[in-house]
């Protein structure tokens, strides 16, 4: 009788841990959840896009440049993201990875720009009637003025510390009628002020753009820590919605040619830290990047 | 006791998660609910290196003013414009070229502030059309501008800027 009792015993205890356990995980799984929720790093599908081109990389970016690019609308003061730098082949025209602040407007030189105010920043390849010059950083910007147009700003030729680590790109507002821009990257820099922009900047962009017809070859690059700036207190914020892949701009829509352009899967701004953004030009009809 | 002490455990393990939840969220934002400067933005906020331009004619000397007009007039015969080529049909034509400080050439409308070192400039204005292959938009603009600017450093030769306008009476 003692035997048996003291089985059951041991059989009661085992069967107590047991159940003890898996309550435990069952309680671990849904306070993650309610916690993960609460400060919104649940997982998501990453959003990508891929055109319908052929395998040889030959494209229609000529009379109108082509883009895989991200947009996020809302009153800002400025945008900063990181880009990765990675080796560009111009093909016959240019290609770049880089991030526009925006207004659609009407005045001055904006309305000749598609009715946009705007100052860019980012790293191109592909810039000269007689070839190619190299890689390099620059800025640009269109003002609401009667001032010159389109203006653009270029560093000297990339070195080669500047490939495969990080640039910081800002653009952000000084005052009234001034903005800021640079790319800093781990040997050459630019950097400038975009006088007389009097724009009230509504629109953030990220990603590619691709001029030309043929041989432009982009590896994957990446935009990280994607923050915008709170016009009324100065303070910068991290993207956390993933606002509108290949948007629509001055009635152009959806392209038929590459860039190509996404989110990382898992790594969209709502995941955290501004998300992962990647572009690429490259041989493929599916997703290459 | 087993009741007590599962109770116990799930509280345990209930907290460790809120606590860490609150370390996470610490990490991200102040007292006043807006982000801290992680390093990242710290680093992008700094001052970046000095502004040289892109290198473009070689300078004859060491002189404050190293090559003259003639030589800007060669380097754009040579190379063209840079927002593309020339319309077919039309010739590119230098309308202009001026020697004057950063600062005169920003009353006109350049941007030339960030450039601290520079002392003198070239400003050739040239006449096309051109068309804008090389004009980095943010939606499709113009095909073509009909005047254009390129600004040179007098000293270092390089270029520091260059604009593509639609009207021969736009500034700079």
Known sequence: MLERSQMNQSDAQEYSLFQEVLFLVALLSVCSFIVNSLIGIQSA???????????????????????????????????LTDISVVHLSSGNNFVDDEMWVAQPSSSG??????????????????????????????????????????????????????????????????DS?????????????????????????????IGQELAGTS????????????????????????????GTLDPCLD??????????????????????????????????????? | MRVTRLLLLSIIGLVVLVLLSLALLSSRTNANGTPTTPPELQRA???????????????????????SASDVQTFIQTHGFMSGAVVPGH???????????????????????SYTSTKMVYVAKVKGPFYNTNVKTLANGPSTSLVG???FDAHTGNMLEWDAAQSLNDGI
Request: proline share 6%; aromatic share 12%; glycine share 12%.
């Open chain 2, 91 to 113: 010739t590119l034509k230098i309308l202009s070229i001026q020697l004057m400080t950063p600062q005169q050439a920003d009353v006109q409308g350049a941007e030339l502030v």
């Open chain 1, 251 to 289: 009635n152009q829509c959806s392209p038929i040619n590459p860039p190509w352009a996404g989110w990382v899967a898992n790594q969209t701004p709502h995941n955290g830290n501004g998300g992962n953004f990647y572009t690429c030009t490259l041989p493929g009809n599916n997703n290459p990047c």
């Open chain 2, 45 to 67: 906020l700094s001052p970046t290196g000095p502004n040289t331009g892109m290198p473009a004619i070689i300078p004859k000397s060491n002189a404050p003013i190293a090559f």
């Open chain 2, 149 to 151: 600017y390129e600004i």
């Open chain 1, 45 to 79: 599908n990453a959003a990508t896009f891929a055109p319908n081109v052929s395998a040889t990389l030959t494209y229609s970016c000529s009379s109108s440049h082509c883009y895989g690019r991200n947009e996020w609308q809302g009153a800002t003061s400025g945008a």
């Open chain 1, 177 to 205: 009628s001034d903005w800021g821009a640079y790319v800093d990257g781990t040997d050459t820099s630019v950097s400038g002020v975009s006088t007389g922009q009097t724009m009230q900047a509504t629109m953030i962009l």
């Open chain 1, 215 to 242: 041989g432009a070859n982009a590896p994957t690059a990446h935009f990280t820590y994607n923050y915008w700036q709170d016009q009324n207190n100065g303070s910068w914020h991290f993207q956390t919605s993933d």
């Open chain 1, 109 to 174: 030189d904006c309305a000749g720009n598609g009715n946009f105010c705007w100052v860019e920043a980012g790293y191109a390849n592909g810039d000269a009637e007689n070839g190619e010059i190299g890689q390099y950083f620059y800025w640009a910007d269109v003002r609401p003025c009667s001032c010159g147009g389109y203006h653009e700003h270029d560093s000297g030729i990339l070195k080669s510390g500047d490939y495969g680590n990080e640039a910081g790109v800002g653009i952000f507002k000084d």
